[in-house]
Every structure is written in C-alpha cells, then in structure tokens.
C-alpha cells in the first residue's frame, strides 16, 4: 500500500475527542484521543512541510522544555514544534540551572508556572517525576521520558509514522526487539500498539524482557502492568512475516551489570541484519527511536537501507508533537494560518 492510500484509508472524517490536561503516558488513552492525535498531526505534517512562515496558531502560548537527561531529538522536535506555531519556547537544562543549587522539582515547576509556562516538557531519570510534576502545577506536564517508564510522545510519533505506510494497524506483526526491560519507549509504544489492535511481538534475551509481560508473572488480582504480547526469544521466529521491526538500544546506563554474557555475543544473536530481515515481509518497515548504535541492536546497512524509516520518524515526531502542543493549548481556530491552510480543529473538553 502506498503511503497515500494507507492515509486515506485510516483518515475518514470524525469529530476529534480529546480529554488531556497532561500527557503522561498511553495507558490512559482512549483509542479516539489517539486518533485525534494522528489525524491532527497529518494537517501539522502539511504545515511543517509547507515551509511558509510561521504559522500563529499558538502566539501567547509558553511552552518550557525541562530536562533533567541527555536529549536531542525529542529537545529539539518540541522546541520546533512550538516555534513553528508561533509559541514562545525557551528550554532549561537542569545541570546549568538551580536545580544543581538543591532546588526540588516542585520548587522548580512551581517557579517555571510563576512565569506563566502553559505547557512543561520534562524528561527526568525517575519513573514518576513527571506525575509527581503534574500534580503540583496547572500547567501542563509533557512526559518527554520518566525513566524506564514512559515515553508516550515518541510512542505516538511511532504510531503515526506505522499508519502512514501499512494503515490500518489492526492485526499487523510489529516486532520490538533489544532491551526492552529497561525501555520506556518499548512500554508506553506496547500501550499504544496493543490499543489500535495491533499484534505485537517483544523479542530479546530473557534478561531483558521486563518482569510482568507474562500472564503467569502476575498476581491473580494485580491489575496488568503491561498489555498482553507474545514473547519470543528467537529473533528469527520473531522476524518471521512481520510487517513492522523496531530495534531498541541496549539502555547500559539503566543496566545492572550482569545481564549480558558479552556484547559480541549479543549481537550474534539479535543484531538487526539483512540477512534477518530478509525473514519478515517484503516491504516490511524497520524503526528505530534512536539514538543507535550501529553493528551492535542494529546492522549499518539495515539503519540506512530500503527498509528504512527512521529519518522520516525524526520528521514525523515535529508534527506529532505540533498536535500534541495545539490540543493541549485548548485553541480551536485554524492551526494552518487561513486560508488555503489546513481546516480548522474542534476540540471538545
Ligand atoms: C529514547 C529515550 O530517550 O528514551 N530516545 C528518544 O527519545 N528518541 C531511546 C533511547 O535513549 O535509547
């Protein structure tokens, strides 16, 4: 299917729902709100692609971006989606602001609300902080990764870029393959995939599937941690037909030591290469979060061959986040600029 087609068949008009103050996470995602997202951000890809000025939709609006780890792309993505929408973005990186002088995270989002910030971007090394965040402000908490926890932007830039090349992802093999234990992209891209229908299967060495993704792990009245996968430790039976392969990076600055007998052995054995690829379906997409690390989750060949769509995963993360930052903001005149722009959105509380 061409990308085209695929869009016009997972785009027929319906009215947008939306109910979000914060984005925390996709386990609290209505299938509706995910396709409020993903049609929304195909009039931002339209906008990003038009390359005019600026477009006003969210002149007046303050968007913080707050960040406690290392980033680039999802810093940057949020910094241009805002400005491409006319919004006043300023970012802070914590080891050069008074974070390092003892001030709490409270203290810190309270401070940045003071000065009138709508919406926060956070990343923080502790699974929580940004609920911990969301609770103390009424401005608005993007969870731009909370650890191993969360990671829910990416994971709609994910489901975006999916359904703009296979449609609809009901029924569709998408394979996720590497650390997935320690991956917060993995758990909030699980909630997501599993929500649109889609069937996912989690490859890598059993000491780095997370604890909880099998039934028999669970406490009978435990409510699930994670949605319900298959599990497969062979990554050439994983590979098999599938339509979708995403390769994740091994997380070593959440490691334990220990889990790995050696690096080269576990390339052997779950190295993204063509030779394995060859195993899944024909055009079958291969993703990538970023960022990689080449010969060893993924083969270079593979990150840069025909099979590839991680460059348009980067593109296509502006434009989710532009959707993100709009719903967020509660405006509802046109985020095209006018006329001959993109029709305008109606967002219901
Ligand atoms: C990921 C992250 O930080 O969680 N990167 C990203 O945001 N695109 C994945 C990673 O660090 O491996």
Known sequence: MTTETARAATSATR???????????????AV????????????????????????PALRGYTVVNLFY????????????????????????????SSVVKGESLIDTVRTLRAMRADAIVMRHAMAGATY???EHTDASII?????????????????????????????????????????????????????????????????????GLRAADRPAHAEAALPPVTIEIDLDRALAGADVVMALRLQSERQEGGLLPSLHEY?????????????????????????????????????????SI??????????????LLYLLSGRT?????GAGGAPAVEVRP
């Open 143 to 211: 969870n731009a990764g909370d650890g191993a926890h969360a990671h829910p932007t990416q994971a709609l830039l994910d489901l975006y870029t999916m359904r703009r090349h296979v449609g609809d992802l009901r029924g569709k093999r998408v394979v996720m393959v590497g650390d997935i234990a320690h991956s917060r992209v993995a758990r909030s891209d699980l909630w997501g995939l599993t929500a649109m229908g889609a069937d996912v299967v989690v490859c890598g060495p059993p000491t780095l599937l997370p604890r």
């Open 132 to 134: 911990l965040a969301a």
């Open 267 to 307: 390339a052997q054995l779950y190295q993204v290469t063509e030779q394995r690829l060859a195993r899944a379906k024909p055009n079958c997409l291969l993703m990538h979060p970023g960022p990689k690390n080449e010969g060893i989750e993924i083969a270079g060949s593979v990150a840069a061959g025909r099979n």
């Open 32 to 55: 509706d709100e995910i396709e409020t997202v993903l049609q929304l951000a195909d009039r931002m890809r339209e906008v990003l692609d038009r390359r005019i000025a600026r477009v």
């Open 69 to 96: 780890e290392p980033s680039t792309r999802t810093r940057a993505s949020f910094e241009l989606a805002g400005k491409v929408l006319g919004a006043d973005v300023i970012s802070v990186t914590a080891s050069t």
């Open 333 to 337: 005149e046109s985020p095209g600029g």
């Open 15 to 29: 009215a947008p729902v939306w109910h979000h103050h914060d984005v925390l996470d996709l386990d609290d995602f």
């Open 310 to 323: 991680i460059e348009e995963q980067v593109t296509n993360g502006v434009a989710v986040r532009m959707a």
